[in-house]
C-alpha cells in the first residue's frame, strides 16, 4: 500500500484534533503532565483514531462505490481485505501499548471500551439513528483514557469537559451524516452554554475576552456555511482543538494553549490535501 492511499485512508488531517484531546484529558487530572505517558497516549489514541478510519472504509465499500467513488478501496488502490487486517492490527497495537504501561486497570478497559466502541460505530453507523451518540462517548473516551493513563483518580470537573466535548461531537456527527442544521446548532448551543458556566466558575477573569472570540468565530462559520453549505464538516471537525483550547485556558494552562491552536492550524492546513471527512 502507497503511504498516501494509507493517509487517506487513515484521515490523518484529523489526527491533531486527537493529540489536543489527549493533552487537555491529560491536564484535567491537575498533574504535572509526564511526557513519557504523554507520547504513548499520543502514539496509542492515533492508532485508534487511523485503525476506526482503516475499518470506516473497509466497511463502507458498497456505500462508497455509490456515493464516494474515489475512496482508496472504490479506486482499486487497495483491498478491502488488506484494509480490514491492517485496521484490526493498529486497534490491538494501542491497546497492548496501553496495557504495557498501564499504571491502573481502569485505564485498560478505558480503552478496550473505546476500541470496542470504534469497531461497533465502524460497522454500524449507516443504519442507525444513535450512531452520533456512540461517535461522541469514542471522543469523550479519549479524555478519559488519558486522564487515568496520568492519574488513579477520576473528578467530577474532568466528568463535566468529557461531557461538554461529547454533545459538540453529537452535533457534528449528525451534521455530517445530513441531518437537519438544527441539531448541530442545538448540540452546539448547549456544549457552549456548559464552557460559558465552566468559565465562570473555574476563570471568570477570561470571561468577556472568550465571549467576543465566539461572537467572532459564530459569524466567520456562518460566512463559511453560506458559502460552502455541508462542505464545513471538516472546519468542524477541527474546532475540536478550539473547544480544548477554551478548557486549557480555563484551567490556567495558557502555555499549553499555542499546542492546541497549533493543532487546529494543522488540522486545517492538512486538510487542504488529505479529506478529514
Keep these: 500500500m502507497k503511504l498516501i492511499t494509507a493517509f487517506r485512508l487513515g484521515r490523518v488531517s484529523n489526527l491533531p484534533t486527537i493529540f489536543s484531546n489527549v493533552l487537555v484529558g491529560s491536564l484535567l487530572t491537575g498533574q504535572a503532565l509526564n511526557l513519557g505517558l504523554f507520547f504513548i497516549l499520543l502514539l496509542a489514541l492515533s492508532l485508534v483514531y ?14 462508497d462505490r455509490v456515493n464516494q467513488p ?16 491492517l485496521g484490526f492490527i493498529l486497534i490491538t497495537l494501542a491497546n497492548f501499548l496501553i496495557a504495557l504501561y498501564a499504571s491502573n ?3 485498560v478497559l478505558a480503552m478496550f471500551i473505546l476500541s470496542l466502541l470504534v469497531v461497533f460505530y465502524n460497522w454500524y453507523h449507516k443504519s442507525n439513528s444513535w450512531s ?4 461522541a462517548i469514542c471522543r469523550a473516551l479519549i479524555y478519559i483514557v488519558s486522564g487515568l493513563m496520568m492519574s488513579d483518580v477520576w473528578t467530577i470537573e474532568q466528568s463535566y469537559v468529557a461531557v461538554v466535548l461529547a454533545l459538540w461531537v453529537i452535533g457534528l ?3 455530517a ?3 437537519v442544521l438544527r441539531n448541530y446548532i442545538f448540540f452546539l448551543f448547549i456544549s457552549i452554554s456548559l464552557l460559558f458556566v465552566y468559565t465562570i466558575d473555574i476563570n471568570p477573569i477570561i470571561l468577556l475576552s472568550i465571549m467576543m472570540v ?14 460552502y453549505e455541508r462542505g464545513i464538516t471538516s472546519l468542524l471537525i477541527a474546532d475540536i482543538s478550539l473547544l480544548d483550547t477554551w478548557v486549557v485556558l480555563c484551567i490556567s494552562m495558557e502555555a499549553y494553549a499555542f499546542f492546541t491552536l497549533s ?6 492546513y492538512l486538510q487542504k490535501y488529505i479529506s478529514g471527512d
Design 50 to 63: 487511523t485503525g476506526g478510519m482503516f475499518l470506516n472504509d473497509a466497511f463502507d465499500v458498497d456505500y
Design 70 to 85: 474515489n475512496r482508496p478501496i472504490c479506486q482499486g488502490e487497495v483491498k478491502r481485505k488488506e484494509v480490514f487486517v
Design 105 to 107: 486497570l481502569y485505564v
Design 132 to 135: 452520533a451518540y456512540v461517535m
Design 173 to 175: 456527527t449528525s451534521f
Design 177 to 179: 451524516k445530513g441531518l
Design 214 to 227: 465566539v461572537v467572532m468565530l459564530v459569524f466567520w462559520h456562518l460566512n463559511q456555511y453560506q458559502k
Design 263 to 268: 493543532a487546529f492550524g494543522l488540522t486545517r
